[in-house]
């Protein structure tokens, strides 16, 4: 069974539209974030929720808007998708701040708007 | 703010040691870890080092950290193919990871 699982695996979509990436972690952690990684690799966070409740977020625009249903998922939706928006973006889970044991992560979702 | 740095790239060959460094900023940080990326695939952890440490080894990996200089290094002995990827050097306090831009090891055979 996959860990932390994200749906789709690619997503290509037009500028404009409007597009939803789904997490889902079967580890009981409580908290879940959303991570962006751009084309030179580097990662940025953009959320993160721990018992449902919004903890982290990041400068990012409120084209993005996450929600959590219930701590085992942390979904994505993204309004009038721009260029820019092309990464990939991950999931990750952790119990707490994930000291000591660190994050789990998805495999990835990436995202390419022409 | 927080920062991590690491150099970019690092070659090997096979056989021999790659040691991967990074710098960090944030001098309350309590943990350190590291992460391996493989193409097309998320982070796994590796390894990871409580602050009041000077060294970890697990297997292959050697974590060496100095506080006072705010550096942290991995060690991987014996360096294979399969270890070619990107390593991240990560420090967290609290609920907030902050990444370096990862180090791409290319292992030459």
């Known amino acids: 069974d996959t860990a932390v699982s994200q749906t789709p695996k690619y997503l290509v979509t037009q500028m404009g539209n409007d597009k939803s990436i789904k997490c889902e972690q079967n580890?009981?952690?409580?908290?879940m974030y959303w991570y962006k990684q751009d084309s030179k690799k580097f990662l940025k966070i953009m959320f993160s929720?721990?018992?449902?409740?919004?903890?982290i977020n990041e400068t990012v625009p409120n084209r993005f808007s996450p929600k959590s249903p219930d701590k085992a998922h942390l979904n994505l939706h993204i309004n009038s998708l721009e260029l820019g928006d092309s990464a990939v973006y991950f999931c990750?889970?952790?119990?707490?701040?994930?000291?000591?044991?660190?994050?789990?992560f998805g495999s990835g979702t990436r995202l390419t708007v022409v | 703010g927080e920062d991590v740095e690491q150099s970019l790239f690092l070659s090997v060959r096979e056989g021999d040691s790659s040691v991967i460094n990074c710098t960090y900023t944030?001098?309350?940080?309590?943990?350190l870890y590291w992460y391996k990326q493989e193409p097309g695939a998320g982070l796994q952890l590796l390894t990871y080092?409580?602050?009041?440490?000077d060294m970890k080894q697990d297997q292959r990996l050697t974590v060496l950290l100095n506080k006072k200089d705010k550096h942290l290094s991995l060690r991987i002995a014996d360096t294979q193919t399969g270890d070619s990827a990107i390593y991240f050097c990560?420090?967290?306090?609290?609920?907030?990871?902050?990444f370096g831009a990862g180090t791409r090891l290319f292992v030459k055979a």
């Open positions: 990750a889970s952790s119990q707490g701040g994930g000291e000591g044991y660190g994050y789990t």
């Open positions: 580890l009981g952690h409580d908290t």
């Open positions: 929720y721990n018992n449902k409740e919004l903890i």
């Open positions: 944030d001098s309350s940080s309590t943990y």
């Open positions: 080092i409580f602050s009041n440490m």
């Open positions: 990560a420090e967290s306090g609290g609920f907030k990871t902050i």
